[in-house]
């Protein structure tokens, strides 16, 4: 039987949204305001992971380098007015949410789409910590803002759960020394995520809820 945590940490995108195509619709936007070449969604969804600056910076490649920060600034600013027209939760995650466990959130993204993909599914208040890449102590894969969440929930690393699509997730858990969920079918490489050495690993959201209430 699978041990059921006293408290799940999730992170965002790939984990409980599936928020590629708003993602690539806004990164797509900013490349051609600065007529740069865009990409398909595949392409787009390799490049997340570690926040959207990144993200930009893997979009734009060498030839956006001197410019990367004004891209940015007009990714943010476009994906912030866009950001829930086609972000949907994976089946299974507003039903696991209905339910009494405790969670909070820890993720890359920016506070201010985050927030509004919360409230826009009903979820601004089911949260008890809601740590963002401009808002954390520290960014995953540091363990800061895990440790943080911890802390204020007066839980122990052992009796917790980080549960993620990619290496920071998992990077971060190892680092607090809590348990980790590795959630195969989301935005980082599968083989990658396994090779990484999760607690435990499911196919979708969907099989993890599954294996907690079984």
Same mark, same amino acid.
């Given at each position: 039987?699978?041990?059921?945590?006293?408290?799940?940490?999730?992170?965002?995108?790939?984990?409980?949204?599936?928020?590629?195509?708003?993602?690539?619709?806004?990164?797509?936007?900013?490349?051609?305001?600065?007529?740069?070449?865009?990409? =398909?969604?595949?392409?787009?969804?390799?490049?997340?992971?570690? /926040?959207? @600056?990144?993200?930009? +910076? #893997?979009?734009?490649? %060498?030839?956006?380098?001197?410019?990367?920060?004004?891209?940015?600034?007009?990714?943010?600013?476009?994906?912030?007015?866009?950001?829930?027209?086609?972000?949907?939760?994976?089946?299974?995650?507003?039903?696991?949410?209905?339910?009494?466990?405790?969670?909070?959130?820890?993720?890359?993204?920016?506070?201010?789409?985050?927030?509004?993909?919360?409230?826009?599914?009903?979820?601004?208040?089911?949260?008890?910590?809601?740590?963002?890449? =401009?808002?954390?102590?520290?960014?995953?894969?540091?363990?800061? /803002?895990? @440790?943080?969440?911890? +802390? #204020?929930?007066?839980? %122990?690393?052992?009796?917790?759960?980080?549960?993620?699509?990619?290496?920071?997730?998992?990077?971060?858990?190892?680092?607090?020394?809590?348990?980790?969920?590795?959630?195969?079918?989301?935005?980082?490489?599968?083989?990658?995520?396994?090779?990484?050495?999760?607690?435990?690993?499911?196919?979708?959201?969907?099989?993890?809820?599954?294996?907690?209430?079984?």
């Amino acid at each position: 039987m699978f041990p059921l945590p006293g408290y799940f940490i999730f992170d965002l995108d790939g984990t409980l949204f599936d928020t590629g195509i708003d993602l690539a619709r806004s990164v797509n936007f900013a490349l051609a305001e600065f007529k740069l070449p865009t990409h =398909d969604l595949a392409t787009v969804i390799s490049f997340i992971g570690n /926040g959207s @600056l990144n993200l930009i +910076r #893997r979009s734009t490649g %060498e030839q956006g380098e001197h410019a990367v920060r004004d891209i940015h600034q007009c990714f943010l600013s476009h994906y912030l007015e866009n950001c829930t027209l086609d972000t949907q939760p994976y089946p299974g995650v507003l039903e696991f949410l209905q339910s009494e466990v405790r969670a909070s959130i820890l993720t890359n993204k920016p506070d201010a789409p985050t927030r509004k993909i919360l409230a826009h599914f009903g979820l601004a208040e089911r949260f008890e910590t809601v740590f963002c890449g =401009d808002t954390t102590p520290a960014r995953k894969p540091q363990p800061d /803002g895990l @440790l943080e969440i911890l +802390r #204020r929930a007066c839980v %122990e690393s052992k009796d917790a759960l980080m549960v993620g699509d990619d290496l920071p997730d998992l990077g971060a858990a190892l680092a607090a020394h809590v348990p980790s969920m590795a959630l195969l079918g989301g935005f980082g490489a599968r083989v990658a995520l396994l090779e990484a050495q999760p607690t435990f690993s499911a196919n979708s959201f969907a099989d993890f809820s599954r294996l907690i209430h079984a």
